[in-house]
Nanobody, 125 residues
Framework: VQLVESGGGTVQAGGSLRLSCAAS????????MGWFRQAPGKEREGVSA???????SYADSVKGRFAISKDNAKNTLYLEMYSLKPEDTAMYYC????????????????????WGQGTQVTVSS
């Protein structure tokens, strides 16, 4: 399994970015994919997840500002981020759970067995 993130960068507060995660190396049609982030000196936190049924979840801190989606034809996960704030600054990671048991949408990092290398998002004030 390979997960490759892209789309990070530096943006001013109030701006937008779209992160992408190209996934390959698996054939399961039952899965959960998610975005996590980790800021310097802080623990990794769940941002958003989507399962193979299309159900989604969001951390309270990003609800109404971020939108997760997946293009199944391209096997690519997206995270649209709007109204970005300096506190959104972090390394963003794509993650995959191939054995979802209904809990992956709860954004628990230990549920996800596969991880990308991350893409940096920096929001300046």
């Amino acid at each position: 399994v390979q997960l490759v993130e892209s789309g990070g960068g530096t943006v001013q507060a109030g701006g937008s970015l779209r992160l992408s995660c190209a996934a390959s190396g698996y054939t399961s049609t039952t899965y959960c994919m998610g975005w996590f982030r980790q800021a310097p000196g802080k623990e990794r936190e769940g941002v958003s997840a989507i399962d193979s049924d299309g159900s989604t979840s969001y951390a309270d801190s990003v609800k109404g500002r971020f939108a997760i989606s997946k293009d199944n034809a391209k096997n690519t996960l997206y995270l649209e981020m709007y109204s970005l704030k300096p506190e959104d600054t972090a390394m963003y990671y794509c993650a995959l759970d191939l054995e979802p048991e209904g809990g992956s949408l709860a954004l628990v990092s230990t549920d996800f067995g596969y991880w990308g290398q991350g893409t940096q998002v920096t929001v300046s004030s």
